[in-house]
């Protein structure tokens, strides 16, 4: 019976070593929507009547900056979901935050909701910006 419970053991052992080399953890952790370089998002994102670019991002960093032609629904307000169900699903999404850290949570929401063509910005506003990207600051009142 000893011998029994060692072979269970290792055999378990062996398992869940293969599970982990089998699928890494960036496989196993949520992916979000497929990543834009800037050039790519700042492309597909001002083309045409169905793209939409959303800034997920607070009211205090959209009022530091945005990415022009932007849709604003914040991630952290509370009513993330009810404000994005709003959208029209058909048409295709371009979503950011400053890096991407949000973006990614947001974009599974989405999917949950029923979007299917959703795109995030890879790294962010702070990657836009680093590229050389313009921003827009709102107009003072």
């Known amino acids: 019976m000893n011998n029994n419970t060692t ?11 293969t599970i982990f080399i089998a699928f890494p953890k960036e496989s196993i952790a949520q992916e979000g929507a497929a990543k834009l370089s800037p050039e790519e998002f700042d492309i597909k994102g001002h083309k045409g009547k169905k793209a939409v670019i959303l800034d997920i991002r607070t009211p205090e960093e959209t009022a530091e900056g945005y990415i022009e032609g932007a849709t604003f629904v914040n991630w952290t307000g509370g009513n993330f979901e009810e404000e994005v169900s709003k959208l029209n699903k058909k048409k295709t999404y371009y979503v950011y935050c400053r890096s991407a850290k949000r973006t990614i949570p947001a974009t599974e929401k989405m999917k949950e909701l ?6 995030m910005l890879e790294g962010g506003l702070n990657n836009w910006v680093e590229s050389g990207k313009p921003v827009t600051k709102p107009e003072k009142q």
Request: proline content about 0%; aromatic content about 18%.
């Open 7 to 17: 072979w269970i053991k290792s055999v378990l052992t062996l398992m869940i070593v």
């Open 114 to 119: 029923g979007f299917t063509k959703i795109y």
